[in-house]
């Protein structure tokens, strides 16, 4: 979480230094750590299920980010996908559906064994 | 906004609306007796009625009103705002969910700043806490309170200071009456109303421009940008968008002082599954309607709008039947009212329960709950007068009181609850970093003293630097703490 916090950090100086291709970078990987920490605290350390669903999702969501930083920009005629351009919908799979469908289904499975409630 | 509106429809489904709502809040008053039932709802909610409540409580009218608005002006860059839900819906149960209902209830917990006193043993932590609240709930709330009136305007066709006091006392008479109790009641009412509105304009919002990739080809022809991954304004602003509100909702006050209400801590195992659903539902319309909206405007068949605002009713009233639209606006009505009385609530029992506790003193429980009815009613008049007399202020206190919350209860709450080597050094320092850098870097943004380059936020260089900030101050600190031990 900490490193994740630096990434962040160093995302928004090189921003005030006058912006570089790195700092999305940076911001998206250190805003996906940070969150992969908060989320692995969240589950406990006796929660391997869930810190492991923690991890598959917040792995996910910087893929997402990856693709669209990664693939072309779109264009006036770029292909579609689900009535989307093209890196959009690879960005919204990775980020939206994958956590969506992902952590709701870890977390009511792994409830009763790693959730403490008393 | 000044928009023409079916009034036969809106009146009567405006009039029902609010029959309802005073109705709930009659019911909900008469079983308000303790002020563990005014404040958490004698702990008494269901799994249901939470999770609609939590979703309800977490949307504002900016889903309806401010968030379309938004994605018609700078395209998918706005979907990052509410993107990050799909990993913060269970986060709050994961991080902040099992822990807050298991605490309440030992320690009979009623406040959010409660639970940061107790974890550091600290009450300079809890008063601090309860400040952050306050000087944030006066931002929302005139916030709130000024979108109610436009509203109740549009509802009723009355003037604005009129309907601002209008849609006031409604909200104050549930809240005053029932407090908490009568909020989560309301809100379930309310929040089934918002999820329905919302899936019902959708749908409409796709016919209207033939399907999504119709309306993505006619908007991709003179901006591939707009449906682009990052939006008109770039990865910077999408990611920082993310980063704030990923990380920043795990420390909204009036959504985690809801964990103490729940009855049965065994029923959180279905709570993300259920807050997902309705939360995906309650916000197609804030998509749907901005990029249907677009379209029509790039194909000609919808004037140009005056201001980003405009999108969700002009869309309503040109493409929807006038009872559906009737249903939308005491929707957004009912999405501000859910948010308001949750800051009404939260603002009384800081005031009534958490600073005299920082101060040492105790009040007992009939005073208190007397006290919380009193401080509802001068916070919703304050709120009130905010929104009448601020003008063009008041945008900037809603968005000051998010960024508050986020950085001054995020780490202290939602880190230090689960983080082992977390201080009340570190958390005295976040807050106080928290509150001191908000009000400052805000105050001076707000007056043109310096302007941050695109990408960079005041929130979200604020937050991580209060999360540094108690990282590196607990780390400092944590050995005197150990030998302590």
Redesign the interface.
């Known amino acids: ?2 490193i994740g ?2 990434g ?2 160093g ?2 100086v090189l ?2 230094l006058g ?1 570089s291709v790195a ?2 970078w940076l ?2 990987a ?2 996906t750590l ?2 992969t920490g ?2 692995l ?4 350390a006796k929660a391997p299920r ?1 810190s492991a669903a ?1 991890i598959i ?2 792995l996910s ?1 910087f893929i997402g ?1 990856a693709c ?2 990664w ?1 072309t ?6 292909p ?1 996908l ?4 093209l ?2 919908a ?3 799979l990775y ?6 469908i992902l ?6 499975w792994a ?2 064994r790693e ?4 | 906004m000044n928009v023409p509106v079916p009034s036969a429809s809106l009146f009567v489904i405006g009039a029902a609306y609010f029959l309802a709502c005073a109705v709930i809040g009659v019911w909900a008053a008469k079983r308000t007796r303790t002020v563990e039932d005014f404040y958490v709802a004698g702990r008494s909610v269901g799994l249901l009625p939470f999770a609609i409540a939590a979703m309800a409580s977490t949307l504002s009218g900016f889903a309806f009103i401010g968030g379309p608005g938004l994605v018609y002006s700078i395209g998918l860059t706005a979907l990052f705002i509410i993107l990050p839900a799909a990993l913060t819906n269970t986060y709050g149960a994961l991080v902040l969910g099992a822990r807050m209902r298991a605490l309440g209830e030992r320690h009979r917990l009623v406040t959010v700043p409660d639970a940061i006193g107790l974890r550091y043993d600290s009450r300079l932590a809890q008063g601090l806490a309860a400040v952050a609240i306050l000087v944030g709930i006066v931002g929302y709330l005139g916030t709130n309170v000024l979108a109610l009136g436009l509203i109740v305007r549009a509802l009723f066709g009355v003037s604005l200071p009129m309907a601002i006091w209008l849609g006031a006392a409604v909200t104050l008479a549930y809240s005053a009456g029932g407090g908490i109790l009568a909020g989560i009641w309301v809100d379930v009412f309310q929040g089934a109303l918002m999820a329905v509105a919302s899936t019902m304009v959708f749908v409409f919002a796709l016919e209207s421009g033939n399907g999504l990739a119709a309306i993505t080809q006619v908007i991709q022809a003179v901006d591939p940008t707009f449906l682009g991954p990052w939006g008109t304004r770039g990865a910077m602003v999408a990611l920082s968008f993310f980063f704030v509100f990923a990380v920043g909702s795990l420390g909204q006050p009036h959504i985690a002082h809801k964990y103490y209400m729940l009855r049965d801590a065994k029923r959180l195992r279905w709570y993300p599954m259920l807050v997902t659903i309705a939360m995906l539902l309650a916000q197609l319309l804030f998509v749907g309607v901005g990029v249907a909206v677009k379209a029509l405007v790039v194909r000609g068949e919808m004037p140009a709008l005056g201001t980003p605002d405009e999108a969700t009713p002009a869309f309503l009233l040109a493409y929807v039947p006038s009872a559906v639209a009737a249903l939308v606006f005491a929707g957004v009505a009912a999405a501000i009212m859910s948010t308001v009385n949750s800051f009404l609530n939260i603002g009384a029992a800081a005031i009534t329960h958490d600073l005299p506790k920082a101060f040492g003193r105790t009040v007992d429980a009939a005073r208190q709950l007397t006290r919380g009815r009193g401080w509802t009613i001068v916070l919703s008049v304050a709120g009130a007068l905010v929104a009448q007399l601020s003008g063009t202020l008041v945008a900037f206190l809603g968005i000051f009181g998010y960024g508050l919350f986020a950085c001054t209860l995020v780490p202290a709450l939602a880190i230090g609850l689960t983080w082992d080597g977390a201080t009340k050094q570190g958390a005295i320092a976040s807050i106080s970093t928290g509150l001191v850098l908000t009000l400052g870097l805000e105050s001076a943004a707000f007056l043109k003293f310096f302007a941050l380059p695109t990408g960079v936020t005041v929130t979200g260089l604020t937050l991580v630097t209060t999360i540094l900030v108690f990282i590196v101050v607990s780390a400092l600190t944590n050995g005197e703490r150990q030998r302590k031990v």
């Open positions: 979480m900490f916090a630096l962040v950090l995302a928004y921003t005030f912006g700092a999305p911001l998206a250190g805003a940070m969150l908060v989320g605290l969240g589950a406990g869930l923690v999702a917040c969501t980010f669209a930083l693939l920009p779109p264009t006036t005629d770029g579609l689900f009535g989307l351009p890196a959009t690879v960005m919204l980020v939206g559906a994958v956590p969506l952590l709701p289904i870890a977390y009511a409830f009763p959730v403490g409630t008393e």
